[in-house]
């Protein structure tokens, strides 16, 4: 076949009584051409115009999670965002190496997966949901186009640029997945490494590295209970060291009962447990402590524990100041001794 610049520009040796049959060919290529385009872009245009059909055929094909509907509601809304992205890209004469949206599509791509680890999907599930997806965009434009009035050609480049993109989308949504999978990993372990295993709570360490300091930074206000188990030190000399973590243990468990669910219970040393109310006041933190010690006082094997109360910022300005106004509130409940309550000031 052959193009032309110019009704003069001939390849060598080709006479000039053949030009006008040369160019009708080459004006009817080009026509075929331009012909199959349109079909492409007529079924891009379908996909996009039955977005709501194809989404409706993808839900009824994948598993729904009814506890988390919040969830699995933002998944169909990306779902659909990856839909329109095919469309785009069928309508781009590029392919799955070049079509480039800056990075959007990863992202987009990532935040389903975000989703799909929520809803407890495996990776299989992940495959599962793309296959969905493809087979609800070909049952669609299969119900709403008759190939038969479709270039045979156009038709294997439309069902082969989509098989394309929808595996370029799997694969880089089970990167995505697998790599999150590794985040919540590694997340599982470092909180075991910074879990206290006498009490369960987190340790000390991650009390005063991260936990405290983002309370300063996150809350206006937040009070603090230390509590310490009378002569804990005294029943570990004596080789009692399972009896003194029993006791140890049954605080931090009395300290979760009373507590609300929006506070923050750690160990805070050898012999202490804490609790934080974020934006409780003093005298909240004072009331949880004196629930605490008539809760252990009326047990059979009941114990007695000192508490020392401190609140941000009226005791400290920063979180190692108002654990050791705390501390100081609690050497002086410990002098008085019987299991007693002091607030700083």
């Known amino acids: 076949m052959y193009t032309f610049v110019g009704v003069e520009k001939f390849p060598l040796g080709f006479r000039r009584k053949n030009s006008v049959m040369v160019l009708r060919r080459a004006r009817g290529w080009r026509g075929g051409i331009l012909r199959d385009m349109k079909q492409t872009l007529r079924m891009a245009d379908?996909?996009?115009?039955?977005?709501?059909?194809?989404?409706?055929?993808?839900?009824?094909?994948?598993?729904?999670?009814?506890e988390n509907s919040d969830t699995?509601?933002?998944l169909c809304r990306d779902i659909e965002r990856v839909t329109l992205v095919f469309v785009e890209f069928?309508?781009?004469p590029e392919s799955v190496e070049t079509f480039s949206r800056g990075g959007a599509t990863q992202a987009l791509v990532r935040e389903i997966s975000v989703h799909q680890h929520a809803l407890g999907r495996d990776a299989v599930g992940v495959i599962g949901d793309f296959a969905a997806l493809r087979r609800a965009v070909f049952g669609?434009?299969?119900?709403?186009?008759?190939?038969?009035?479709?270039?045979?050609?156009?038709?294997?480049?439309?069902?082969?640029?989509?098989?394309?993109?929808?595996?370029?989308?799997?694969?880089?949504s089970l990167e995505a997945f697998e790599e999150i999978v590794r985040e919540k990993m590694r997340?599982?372990?470092?909180?075991?490494?910074?879990?206290?295993l006498v009490t369960g709570?987190?340790?000390?360490?991650?009390?005063?590295r991260l936990l405290?300091?983002?309370?300063?930074?996150?809350?206006?206000?937040?009070?603090?209970?230390?509590?310490?188990?009378?002569?804990?030190?005294?029943?570990?000399a004596q080789?009692?060291?399972?009896?003194?973590?029993?006791?140890?243990?049954?605080?931090?468990?009395?300290?979760?009962?009373?507590?609300?669910?929006?506070?923050?219970?750690?160990?805070?040393?050898?012999?202490?447990v804490c609790v934080v109310l974020p934006e409780g006041t003093g005298e909240m933190a004072y009331r949880l402590a004196e629930d605490v010690l008539e809760r252990l006082k009326s047990e059979k094997k009941g114990f007695d524990v000192d508490v020392g109360v401190s609140e941000y910022p009226a005791h400290g300005a920063t979180a190692g100041a108002v654990s050791g106004a705390a501390l100081k509130a609690l050497k002086m409940a410990k002098r008085v001794g019987g299991g007693g309550i002091m607030v700083a000031h």
């Open 140 to 172: 669609t434009v299969e119900r709403h186009i008759d190939f038969e009035d479709v270039n045979g050609a156009e038709v294997a480049r439309f069902f082969v640029k989509m098989i394309a993109a929808s595996d370029w989308v799997t694969s880089v």
């Open 212 to 236: 405290l300091p983002n309370l300063v930074s996150e809350h206006e206000r937040f009070s603090l209970a230390i509590f310490d188990v009378a002569d804990f030190s005294d029943t570990v």
């Open 239 to 272: 080789g009692k060291v399972k009896r003194a973590r029993r006791t140890l243990r049954r605080l931090a468990e009395t300290v979760l009962e009373v507590a609300p669910e929006s506070a923050v219970c750690a160990r805070f040393g050898d012999d202490e």
């Open 201 to 208: 709570l987190p340790n000390s360490d991650l009390l005063n």
């Open 187 to 196: 997340e599982a372990l470092g909180r075991a490494a910074a879990t206290d």
């Open 46 to 66: 379908e996909i996009e115009t039955r977005t709501d059909e194809i989404l409706a055929t993808w839900r009824e094909s994948v598993p729904s999670d009814s």
């Open 90 to 92: 069928m309508r781009s």
């Open 72 to 74: 699995f509601e933002l």
